[in-house]
């Protein structure tokens, strides 16, 4: 007999939201992924685990539209290509990307403007999330003093303020207290049982364990293993997904390659996303409440 979870999510596999196929990546001769084909599914939490040089990062980026594949395609569920549809993705980078001059709000308010969300709507999903994330009182403040917590707090509730329909989120707890980390998975589970679908990258095995319903272990640039903590236990005959991982990924992971994944590319690459032209930001922060 099924769980009342296996049961939400094996009802939520009737909805494709976006489909990756035949996708490889290359950067010079460097191969970062190589032939992948997955589906993300409607109201599941997908974990993206592998070593730093694995690939995960760049697949995500793929998932995003920040990269084009060298071959494949990377669409929604309509056929649409991810770049011509970003409005319907929520992204929190590694790098954050804000702005420091600006408030939390102004922050996420001229990003929900980008998307065509008025102030109001924007406002309401925004303090309905600040709250569960104990950011309320502090949409007002500007964010050059934001402790690291606070800054992925305000980068998540940018996300979230235009209602995507995926939520990729890049080491979402990276360098987090033990407090706003454990903050931040909650609210991954409860986007998740409202019906939300996100997709997790995470080192942190026992993270994806207590957060994910499915995990894609890459390896070298391959998915060696895409299933429910449970299953891949029982494909590997192990007792957690420590063992389960290392008895998948038994290859030396190759070395990251620098040059392809460097943060300063990446995060201009991101602030194509996210930067308004110099006007424009001017405006918002002059612009009276």
Known sequence: MLSKK???????????????ENVSKHFGEVEALRDISLEIFSGEVVGLVGSNGAGKTTLLRLMS?????????????????????????????????????????????????????????SWSRTSRFANELDMLENLGRHTKGFSRGMKQKTALLRALAHGPSVLLLDEPTAGLD????????????????????????THH?????????RIIIIHN?????????????????TDNLEEAYVSLTQEKARPRNEDSESEGRFTRWWRTLFTPKTPKIQSVVNEDE
Request: charged share 25%; glycine share 10%; net charge negative.
């Open 221 to 237: 640039g391959d998915i060696q293993a895409d299933g429910s903590p449970t299953s891949l236990l029982n494909q590997t005959g």
């Open 6 to 20: 296996d049961e939400r999510v094996e009802l939520s596999m009737t909805r494709t939201l976006m489909t990756i």
């Open 178 to 201: 033990i407090t706003s980390a454990r903050t931040v998975r909650a609210l991954v589970k409860q986007l998740r049982d409202e019906g939300g679908t996100i997709v997790y990258s």
């Open 65 to 121: 539209g920040v990269y084009k594949p060298t071959s494949g395609t990377v669409c929604l569920e309509d056929g649409t290509p991810v770049d011509k549809m970003r409005q319907k993705l929520g992204v929190v980078p590694e790098s954050t990307g804000l702005y420091s001059r600006l408030t939390a709000w102004e922050n996420i308010r001229y990003h929900s403007r980008m998307h065509g969300i008025d102030d109001k709507k």
């Open 205 to 213: 095995l026992a993270e994806a364990e207590q957060v994910c319903d």
